[in-house]
């Protein structure tokens, strides 16, 4: 049909999903959010989100609920869902985040999107990491336990990040380690040398550091567990797998939500055992002791 404005078919995570927005400009800024993704078909029952533009920004705060499988988002202007049992979410966002891709990414659509695909075998796990070789390094540990910090300073070497904070694990049909490019998020403090906008996250003043931009989607096939602890003097050492899983079973706030999955995500990525790294204030020695260290599970750079 002339005038047709065709929606996004795009491959997120290697899951199908489909973004309709009628707004030309909002669908230019979508398509430039998640430009990392390839357009085009995937395996699956595809997600859907129809995106449109509505009433202007009012100042609200945003809040999100979930109750069973849906998921309700509002505030400033914003008004949407997902509802996982048929993989569809549609919102309403104000017309001022047209232009904004990072902006209507963060505040908006990644929370639809992310709330259907964790929910449809991309189970998240509370982990920074970057790659060596086809391996991901996962560092976990509970808030403040310097995942950010390490990022920053594996990003300095010039290492692929996938991300500071959350991964999502594909089980099926193989493992795999995706990550979701955005922002690491770190107190200005912690990022010397790393120029980047402030903004509020979690009431903490945080600087946005952007992370270079991926050539292909964020994505390792093996992964090797390193569990953070901070102590006075950086030492790596092996733990069993048993160990592993029983600290990463400890769900925090938002990941408990998918307890079973996240347990059988756990054990696959701990299946090959784990290492528990003590760090100290120094996040470059840190990440030159994961390299050095580690071994054959991390040996794979060219």
């Not at 920074?128 to 976990?140: D, H, K, N, P, T």
């Not at 102590?231 to 990941?255: D, H, Y």
Request: net charge neutral.
């Amino acid at each position: 049909m002339p005038g047709q404005i065709l929606p996004l078919a795009l491959s997120i995570m290697d899951r199908p999903v489909l973004i309709q927005a009628a707004d030309p400009a909002l669908r230019a800024t979508l398509a430039d959010a998640y430009a990392v993704w390839p357009a085009g078909p995937a395996d699956g029952a595809p997600i859907s989100l129809a995106m449109r533009t509505g009433s202007a920004a009012g100042g609200a705060p945003t809040q999100i609920e979930v109750e069973g499988a849906r998921l309700i988002l509002t505030g400033d202007g914003i008004d949407g869902w997902a509802d996982a049992s048929t993989l569809s979410a549609a919102c309403s966002v104000p017309e001022s985040l047209c232009g904004q891709p990072a902006r209507l990414a963060e505040e908006v659509t990644d929370t639809l999107l992310l709330f259907l695909l964790t929910r449809s075998g991309r189970v998240p796990m509370h982990a920074a990491a970057f790659v060596r070789g086809s391996i991901a390094v996962l560092l976990a540990g509970p808030s403040g336990s310097g995942k950010s910090t390490l990022t920053l300073a594996a990003m300095s070497r010039g290492l692929r990040i996938l991300s500071d904070d959350t991964v999502y694990i594909q089980l099926q049909p193989r493992l795999r380690i995706w990550g979701f490019p955005r922002p690491v998020h770190v107190f200005p403090a912690d990022a010397p040398g790393f120029i980047g906008a402030t903004r509020l996250r979690g009431g903490k003043l945080k600087a946005a550091i952007l992370t270079p931009p991926p050539r292909e989607p964020p994505v390792a096939d093996q992964a090797a567990v390193v569990l953070l602890e901070r102590g006075k003097n950086i030492r790596l050492e092996p733990v069993a797998a048993s160990v592993a899983t029983a600290e990463l079973s400890r769900l925090e706030a938002g990941f408990d939500l998918l307890a079973r999955e996240s347990a059988k995500a756990i054990e696959a990525v701990t299946a090959r055992g784990a290492w528990r790294l003590t760090l100290a204030r120094d996040p470059d020695r840190a990440i030159e002791t994961i390299i050095r260290e580690l071994g054959d599970a991390v040996r794979q750079i060219p």
